[in-house]
C-alpha cells in the first residue's frame, strides 16, 4: 500500500504561479508513473500531466508550455509547478500513482486532491 500526501495548493491571480508535491509514503521499485489531475466542479477528472519512472512525461494540451512535471526520487515525491496560471485553471488537483506489476497487474492510488483557485 502507498499513500500519497498533497500539498501546495492555495489562491493566486491569474499570471501566477504555484508548486504542487506529491510525496509517496515509499519509494517505488517497479514501474511507475505519477501524475496529476484535475477536477473542476460539474466536470470530469482530467489528465494535467504525467511522468514515468523512465522520465518520459506528457501533457494536457491546456498546460503545455506552462506547467512541468518533475520528480525528485530521493524524496518519492512528484511536483508540478504551474506558471501562468489562467481562471480555468481552477479546480481540485489530485495526485496520481500506477505501478505496473507483471505478477500483480496495475495498481492505483490517489491522493486526498489540493484545492487550486485562480482568482483576481
Known amino acids: 500500500q502507498v499513500q500519497l500526501v498533497e500539498s501546495g495548493g492555495g489562491l493566486v491571480q491569474p499570471g501566477g504561479s504555484l508548486r504542487l508535491s506529491c510525496a509517496a509514503s515509499r519509494r517505488i521499485f517497479s514501474n511507475y508513473a505519477m501524475g496529476w489531475y484535475r477536477q473542476a466542479p460539474g466536470k470530469q477528472r482530467d489528465l494535467v500531466a504525467r511522468i514515468t519512472n523512465g522520465g518520459s512525461t506528457n501533457y494536457a494540451d491546456s498546460v503545455k508550455g506552462r506547467f512541468t512535471i518533475s520528480t525528485d526520487n530521493a524524496k518519492n515525491t512528484v511536483y508540478l509547478q504551474m506558471n501562468s496560471l489562467k481562471l480555468e485553471d481552477t479546480a481540485v488537483y489530485y495526485c496520481?500513482?500506477?505501478?505496473?506489476?507483471?505478477?500483480?497487474?496495475?495498481?492505483?492510488?490517489w491522493g486526498q486532491g489540493t484545492q487550486v483557485t485562480v482568482s483576481s
Open positions: 496520481n500513482l500506477e505501478i505496473y506489476s507483471v505478477v500483480a497487474g496495475t495498481r492505483v492510488y
